[in-house]
């Protein structure tokens, strides 16, 4: 224990006489070591701050003197989360788990199989956190999340239902049913689910980039157009709403326009291979035939199984009157999974 001592002053009493001492009064303030609770409550205000390091020090040293503190070993966990040491992260959970089951520590398990991409494990997760906590729109809306990238767009849309149902403010999940509605080919249902998302979240550029491509299925492309400038000026250096652009100013007819388009998403991201891709097509539209095949090469040397960029150097080719190496380049394109090179491929028999 830690004392903090104070002595009074010794007094002497009269000149001739014996010196008499008053008697000294100790005071000792006893200053209490900190509790499991104390290093606790440190730990969320410098995991509020985001100081994760020292989060996580206070937080291992409160479940060191508590061995069965569940929040311990709960927001341990979230600050190794946060901290990208997911296997550490899952340990501390799953002792939480054993110390008491919670909705939030079977979300953050699942959060961690997601980022691995181990769907199925995730969803069971998730269905265990709603379990626990009915109405917890995150867990909803993480599993839609992974029922779209399942490609299980119907059941995806079912858990953005839930999490909208219980969250009605929660903006990401209208943009991701309607992203949803998107791929079964929904596009009026989309339309007003991104709507809806940008009332929400009206500066997302993500959303109005969406939106925008929602627009361009329907062939509304200046509506289009005007998403996508909104998008870029929500995020100037938004390389995908740029290519977009371009892409919906080729469908519009303005070919050199979307060249530009095309050049500036490049001017941010050399390697992307989809703007090159489709400066070819842009290319190709304006008879730009041996500059349409420079850039699928291109494209092709980035990545070289981009299936279409071998479809769309044939058709530069055959435009050139090469059928035999255009033909090349169709056989090429199916054998990467790329089916429209089938009726291109007819030309060559």
Known sequence: MKFTWFITSLLVIGT?????????????????????????NDGVTQLENKKYDVALGLFEQAVNMKLDFERGYFLKGVTLYNLNKHKEASESFNQSIKLLPTFDAFYYLAQIQMKDKKWEDALNLLTKSIALKKDYSNAYYSKGVIQFQQKDYESAIKSFDSTILYNSTFGFAYNDRASSNLELGKLDLAIEDYKNAIKINGESAVIHNN????????????????CYDKAITLKTDYTLAYNNRGVAKIDKGDFQAAIDDFNKALALDPKYTFAINNRANAKNKLKD????????????????????????????KENMNKLTDACEDWQKALELGVDQAKSFLEYCH
């Open 16 to 40: 001739n006489q014996v010196s008499a001492q008053q008697d000294s009064i100790i005071n000792a303030k006893v200053e209490k070591e900190p509790t499991y609770q104390v290093f606790y």
């Open 211 to 226: 939106l925008g491509s929602a627009y361009r299925k329907k062939g509304r492309y200046l509506d289009a157009i005007l």
């Open 289 to 316: 035939y041996q500059g349409a095949i420079i850039d699928c090469s291109k494209a092709i040397e980035i990545d070289p199984k981009f299936g279409t960029a071998f479809l769309n150097r044939g058709i530069a």
